[in-house]
């Protein structure tokens, strides 16, 4: 089946940092998600990218969708403590499914104050 | 802001045991999932539901779950006999076009 892989595993930077993270896959996905979930809660959704090419910015997030549809890169800027959590890309393509996500294994981040 | 709400946050269970965890979409939504996090790993897909039926199910979705949505507003996944294995956090979705996640019910069988 179609798989996710999403890099680093982990991340450990200082507060004010800007912080990159990507996912890849093997087949084309028609969105890509980016979702942050804290200890014991859902996931929450940051940014979503419906157009291949597309940069879509969130406040200090920007995420990007590849132009081959098969990768997309989450960046935060100037990061604080609270950005600590795991963030998870997440796929979906319309034509094969009804929407039902694919997710990435998860950047776990920790920010040092 | 409307959200997705599921009940209970946390639901400990004996093994062979039947189990339902509820959810309640947001209102204007049509579609609705189950996910499960098993502790540390990823998100994972169990099924998909539209227009009162399941519209697709992942290979966990066994004859051991079901789901329901026995009223305008409610969204229920019954696991029918518990095992170990199914010790998780669920999570109920809904969308319009972009999937929205309920904080999760933890499951804990012994």
């Known amino acids: 089946g179609q798989q996710l892989n999403q890099s680093p595993q982990s991340m450990f930077i200082q507060e004010g940092e800007d912080v990159s993270m990507n996912c890849t896959s093997s087949?084309?996905?028609?969105?890509w998600l980016w979702y942050k979930q804290d200890p014991g809660e859902g996931p929450v959704l940051l940014i979503a990218?419906?157009?291949?090419?597309e940069l879509t910015s969130n406040g200090r997030l920007t995420a990007q969708f590849g132009i081959t549809r098969k990768d997309s890169l989450l960046n935060i800027s100037a990061s604080i403590p609270s950005d600590v959590g795991i963030y998870f890309c997440?796929?979906?393509?319309?034509?094969?499914?009804?929407?039902?996500?694919?997710f990435g294994k998860g950047t776990k981040l920790s920010v040092k104050p | 802001e409307p959200e997705v709400t599921q009940t209970p946050s946390h639901q400990v269970t004996q093994m062979g045991q039947e189990v339902i965890l509820r959810c309640v979409p947001i209102?204007?939504?049509?579609?609705f999932y189950w996910y499960r996090q098993i502790l540390g790993q990823k998100v994972e897909f169990l099924v998909s539901f539209y227009n009162n039926e399941i519209s697709e199910k992942s290979e966990i979705f066994d004859d051991q779950f079901s789901v329901e949505r026995p009223d305008g507003s409610n969204f229920t996944l019954k696991i029918r006999s518990t095992k170990l294995e199914d010790s998780a956090m669920y999570f109920c979705?809904?969308?319009?076009?972009?999937?929205?996640f309920g904080p999760g019910t933890r499951l804990t069988v012994l």
């Open positions: 979705a809904s969308r319009e076009d972009t999937q929205y």
């Open positions: 997440a796929g979906h393509n319309h034509g094969g499914s009804q929407g039902n996500l694919i």
């Open positions: 990218l419906y157009k291949a090419g």
């Open positions: 209102s204007n939504h049509l579609y």
């Open positions: 087949s084309i996905f028609n969105t």
